[in-house]
């Protein structure tokens, strides 16, 4: 009886998903633990995993809107001892009956190879002596024969590329557009910004910070950092202590309103933006009050890798209290971050370019960041903006502030 691949349950909230893309084809053979389709929610990315071994009949095209439980492909279970041995009997028999059938076998005959790769073998119609075994004494593997298929599937059939270049040349010059369905990441992403710009009076002000100290040791700690932490001393985990040193002296920002009332937050769950070719997630870093500089970065870095894995969780972007994210990866110079609902203010890095600067009534050439606060101003005001943006620069052209506490 064929067992069932069901949409998996990705949060409480959650019912309904996008089925993204299928990672195998009708027809292939799993195995338990395989990865066989990816569901985009209007939060995550989940990874739908085959249970069982078998082979897979997909229900559902890409591209369809799938429910939490609903069935979207099928496995059917294949009885491999049995099978191997129906193949083993034909092999005796037309050993004994017919030379030219002996020869068309070579390919099981003439190596060494388990019962699953010969199984594998036989289904595939290839011949055996093309696959390298890694086994004992060069046995070949089951696992061998899927590398082998997986290598040939990667290959491109140059006679078909080569007859139907021409036909897609012409429909691509031909094409005015093209029609996709947004995701529900990107659905989400949209009603969210259109939501916090017609719900949140949002107002942006500026400043701006002289890098030059905390570029200076990054510059002189970075080695020593990197060998006792095995993670690379960046700015955010500067820019996470100067935020949470900034809400401290600037409680007012530290909060949300709900309805009538003013929620004031008295922990530092801190929001980092971070762009996936999907979307914009916010993963949050929990406690980052309590968190060194070496658990900061660890931390990110967990966070960027399981974005580009698409494998972050609802968990990890539960949550926070102010967000900051980072335009100067991407050469943005200056811009208006917008507010992340129901957050009071986000923190928007920007490009750090050298500058000449007066210092001292004298012009110097200094590495200078562009800093913009994006704050609701039903709740925070121009005075606290300000502020706040003032300690962040302070906190980062005086890093000494963080080990005197003041």
């Known amino acids: 009886m064929p067992n069932e691949i069901k949409v998996p ?24 633990g395989d990865v ?3 569901i985009e ?17 997909t229900l559902v095209a890409e591209g369809t809107t799938v429910e939490v439980g609903q069935v979207i492909a099928t496995i059917e279970p294949i009885d491999i001892p049995s099978q191997i041995s129906s193949v083993n009997q034909g092999a005796r028999a ?3 009956s017919a030379p030219a059938n002996h020869v068309e076998n070579d390919r099981l ?18 011949s055996a002596e093309t696959i390298k075994g890694t086994g004992k004494s060069g046995l070949i593997t089951k696992q061998d024969v899927i590398q082998h298929l997986e290598c040939q599937l990667q290959k491109p059939n140059l006679t078909t590329a080569q007859t139907t270049a021409e036909p897609q040349k012409e429909n691509v010059a031909q094409a005015r557009f093209t029609r996709k369905p947004m995701s529900p990441l990107r659905q989400r992403i949209a009603q969210r910004l259109t939501s916090a710009q017609h719900e949140a009076a949002i107002l942006t002000t500026f400043n701006e910070v002289d890098m030059t100290n905390v570029m200076a040791i990054r510059n002189k700690y970075q080695e020593r950092f990197t060998e006792k932490h095995g993670v690379k001393l960046g700015l955010m985990s ?5 935020t949470v040193y900034a809400l401290q002296q600037v409680p ?11 929620i004031q937050n008295h922990y530092y769950d801190i929001g980092i933006a971070i762009s996936t070719p999907k979307g914009l997630v916010v993963p949050v870093l929990r406690d980052a009050d309590k968190l060194s500089f070496a658990g900061i970065e660890k931390a990110v870095a967990e966070y960027a890798k399981k974005a580009r894995e698409g494998k972050i969780t609802l968990q990890d972007l539960e949550g926070g209290v102010f967000t900051i994210t980072n335009g100067g990866v991407f050469g943005s110079l200056l811009s208006t971050p917008i507010l992340n609902p129901p957050q009071s203010g986000i923190l928007g890095m920007h490009a750090i370019v050298e500058r ?17 606060l994006s704050y609701d101003h039903r709740l925070v005001d121009g005075r606290e903006a300000v502020t706040f943006l003032v300690r962040i620069k302070e906190y980062i052209e005086q890093p000494a502030i963080a080990l005197l506490e003041i």
């Open 9 to 32: 349950s990705v949060g409480e909230s959650v019912t309904t998903g996008l089925l993204g893309r299928w990672l195998i084809k009708d027809g292939d053979r799993v195995k338990p």
């Open 109 to 126: 005959s003439n190596t060494k190879q388990s019962p699953a790769a010969r199984f594998l073998i036989e289904q595939h119609n290839i």
């Open 252 to 262: 007012e920002i530290n909060a949300q309103i709900d309805g009538t009332d003013i």
């Open 94 to 96: 037309d050993q004994g």
């Open 41 to 57: 929610t209007d939060k995550v990315t989940a990874e739908v995993p085959a249970e069982t071994e078998g082979i897979i009949k």
């Open 238 to 242: 500067f820019f996470v202590k100067a």
């Open 36 to 38: 066989v389709a990816e």
């Open 356 to 372: 000449p600067v007066a210092i001292n009534s004298r012009v110097e050439i200094r590495p200078m960041m562009y800093l913009a």
